[in-house]
């Protein structure tokens, strides 16, 4: 007997429960080759749909490793996503910026589960 699968996804996005997450890619240009310095240009952003919570000081301080700054949003999305994700330079949600996977791995981690990710995402505070 075959297991009926519901996709989530699908039924909150009926519900209108998802949300925008803005993903910015970068192309890296070296300025001065002498000095090796280099400089971002970011591409137009990527939008990803997925279901965005704030997480409390409670979740924070039991759940999750390192120290994640207060503001922080945990972020499921499809799994067809993750890529981009991991691949990005820049993370924006209402006007606040996280941490991207090549800033550090304390305040950017990521859970894979078989029909979605999680990821956590530390807020900036530069």
């Given at each position: 007997?075959?297991?009926?699968?519901i996709d989530i996804f699908n039924l909150l996005k009926n519900e209108g429960q998802l949300s925008t997450l803005l993903v910015?890619?970068?192309k890296e240009t070296e300025t001065d080759p002498t000095e090796h310095t280099k400089t971002l240009t970011y591409l137009n952003p990527l939008p990803i749909k997925g279901l965005i919570m704030q997480i409390g000081f409670s979740s924070l301080h039991w759940k999750y490793?390192?120290?994640i700054p207060t503001g922080?949003?945990?972020v499921i999305i499809e799994k067809k996503n993750?890529?981009?994700m991991l691949a990005a330079d820049k993370i924006k949600y209402n006007d606040n910026y996280f941490k991207v996977y090549k800033d550090d791995s304390q305040n950017f981690q990521y859970i894979e589960r078989p029909d979605y990710c999680v990821f956590v995402l530390g807020l900036k505070n530069d």
């Open positions: 007997m075959s297991e009926k699968r910015y890619a970068a490793w390192g120290q922080s949003i945990q993750k890529t981009l």
